[in-house]
C-alpha cells in the first residue's frame, strides 16, 4: 500500500476518506489527489464544458463534453480560435491548457473578452488560468501531451485542453505519410487518456485546405480514418449570411447599417446530439448569440 496523507484537502466526510484510501491501496506509488480530481472521482464535475457563446450552448447541450476529443475544424477565419478563446475564459476559475501550433497565443484578444465577460471583476486574473505551450513539431507536441501535460494536470485545476491546430505539426513533415497517420493515432490516443483520466474536454482546432473551402456539405477536415474514429464530437464552423443589427444584437431586417458577419456552428457529428446549427457573431466582447 502507497503511503498517504491527507494534507490541504479541509472538509472531507467519511465517504471522501474511504474513496482516498480505495485509491492509496491500488496504487503502488504515492498519490496526489487535489480537491479538482477528488470531485473527479466522485464524478460530480459538471459534464461539459460551456462555450459561453448562449445560442452554441443551447445546441451543445452545455458546452463541450468531458472525457473525449471534440474537434471543431473550418475555413481560415471562420471564428475557431474565438470559440477557444471564449470557451478558456467562461471556464475561469478553472484552468485551460492553450496549446498552439501555429500562431502565438493572442492574448490582447483574450484580454479584451476576459474584461467583457459577464462574471469580470478587475481583481479577477484570468490569464493566471490558462497554461500557454507553443510546439511546432509533431514530436514536440506528443511529448508534450504525454509527459507535460498529465503532470501539469496533476497539480492544478484544468478542465479544458485547446490544440490550435492539430494538424499544423503534421502538415510541415508529410513526407511519410504512414509515419503521419501512426503519430496522429498515438496523439489521439494521448490525447483521450489524459481527457478520461482527468475528465477533461479536450478540443481539437483543424483547419480545411483551402481546395476545400467552400464547397457545401462536402467540406471536411481530413486527417485520416484512424484519427477520425477516435474524434467523439466534429463541430464545423463556417461563415453564413451577413444581417443588420442594432447596438443590443437584435435583428432589424430594416437596417440599412451596421451589416454583421453571422457565423453558424453545425453539428457534423456527435453521438448524443442532432446534426443542428447554431448561429452566433463576434464581437469586440466576444462570440454573441442573435436576438
Ligand atoms: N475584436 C474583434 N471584434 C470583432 N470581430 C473580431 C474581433 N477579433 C476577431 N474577430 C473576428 O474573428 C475572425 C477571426 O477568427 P479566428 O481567428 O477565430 O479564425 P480562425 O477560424 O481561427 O482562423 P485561422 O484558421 O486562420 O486561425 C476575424 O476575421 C474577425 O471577423
Not at 451543445?60 to 471564428?79: A, M, P
Not at 496533476?154 to 503521419?180: C, G, H, K, M, W
Not at 497517420?181 to 475528465?199: D, G
Not at 463556417?238 to 453539428?267: F, G, P, T, W
Request: proline share 4%.
Amino acid at each position: 500500500m502507497a503511503p498517504w496523507s491527507i494534507r490541504q484537502l479541509t472538509n472531507l466526510n467519511s465517504e471522501d476518506i474511504a474513496l482516498l484510501k480505495n485509491v492509496a491501496a491500488e496504487s503502488s506509488s504515492p498519490v496526489i489527489v487535489t480537491g479538482h480530481r477528488l470531485l473527479v472521482m466522485k464524478n460530480v464535475l459538471p459534464k461539459r464544458v460551456a462555450t459561453g457563446c448562449m445560442s452554441v450552448d443551447g445546441l451543445l447541450l452545455g458546452g463541450f463534453q468531458r472525457g473525449c476529443l471534440t474537434e471543431v475544424y473550418g475555413e481560415s477565419g471562420s471564428g475557431k480560435t474565438q470559440v477557444a478563446i471564449q470557451a478558456a475564459v467562461s471556464n475561469w476559475p478553472s484552468g485551460t491548457v492553450y496549446i498552439c501550433t501555429e500562431d502565438l497565443f493572442p492574448v490582447k484578444r483574450f484580454n479584451q473578452i476576459s474584461k467583457n465577460n459577464i462574471n469580470y471583476h478587475p481583481s479577477h486574473d484570468y490569464g493566471k488560468s490558462v497554461f500557454v505551450e507553443h510546439v511546432t513539431e509533431s514530436q514536440e507536441l506528443l511529448s508534450c501531451i504525454r509527459i507535460r501535460l498529465p503532470k501539469l494536470l496533476e497539480s492544478n485545476n484544468v478542465s479544458l485542453v485547446v490544440i490550435d491546430s492539430v494538424a499544423a505539426p503534421f502538415r510541415s513533415e508529410t513526407t511519410n505519410y504512414i509515419q503521419r497517420a501512426e503519430e496522429l493515432r498515438e496523439m489521439a490516443i494521448s490525447l483521450l487518456k489524459v481527457a478520461r483520466e482527468f475528465n477533461l474536454a479536450v478540443v481539437c482546432i483543424n483547419q480545411v485546405t483551402s481546395s476545400m473551402e467552400g464547397t457545401g456539405d462536402n467540406v471536411l477536415p481530413s486527417l485520416g480514418l484512424a484519427w477520425s474514429n477516435m474524434v467523439a464530437t466534429r463541430l464545423w464552423l463556417r461563415k453564413s449570411r451577413s444581417i443588420c443589427l442594432n447596438q443590443d444584437n437584435y435583428h432589424h431586417e430594416d437596417m440599412a447599417q451596421n451589416m454583421v458577419q453571422v457565423r453558424e456552428l453545425y453539428v457534423a457529428f456527435a453521438p448524443d446530439l442532432p446534426n443542428e446549427a447554431a448561429e452566433f457573431i463576434i464581437t469586440e466582447s466576444g462570440l454573441k448569440a442573435i436576438q
